[in-house]
Nanobody, 128 residues
Framework: QVQLVESGGGLVQAGGSLRLSCAASGRTFSSYAMGWFRQAPGKEREFVAAIIWSLGSTYYADAVKGRFTISRDNAKKTVYLQMNSLNSEDTAVYYC?????????????????????WGQGTQVTVSS
């Protein structure tokens, strides 16, 4: 069993920054990729960013490209999401997710169904 625990959410003013963390644990944690998703009230959960553990390759949704950065610390089994230039549209619950198996194409990283494990989510609220 894999556990993912997010932290770092909170209230921030528009234009500000936050850094989210996702710590992975479990008897044997090994995943192909880690992703961040978010869900705003009344909306579907959407892809934000992903990183492949072994390669460090990163992928971003167009809405956050250039503002958000995903990174990982292999030794700590932790993934980060640095969020800069936040605006009200970034307000959502942010979820960390792990994809256990290698994916046949990078486009699959953008899909919720590719991920096997999910964290409980952390709230990010951006005030204007």
């Amino acid at each position: 069993q894999v556990q993912l625990v997010e932290s770092g959410g909170g209230l921030v003013q528009a234009g500000g920054s936050l850094r989210l963390s996702c710590a992975a644990s479990g008897r044997t944690f090994s995943s192909y990729a880690m992703g961040w998703f978010r869900q705003a009230p009344g909306k579907e959960r959407e892809f934000v960013a992903a990183i492949i553990w072994s390669l460090g390759s990163t992928y971003y949704a167009d809405a956050v490209k250039g503002r958000f950065t995903i990174s990982r610390d292999n030794a700590k089994k932790t993934v980060y999401l640095q969020m800069n230039s936040l605006n009200s549209e970034d307000t959502a619950v942010y979820y960390c997710a792990a994809a256990s198996n290698r994916l046949s194409g990078s486009y699959l990283l953008f899909r919720l169904q590719s991920y096997d494990y999910w964290g409980q989510g952390t709230q990010v609220t951006v005030s204007s």
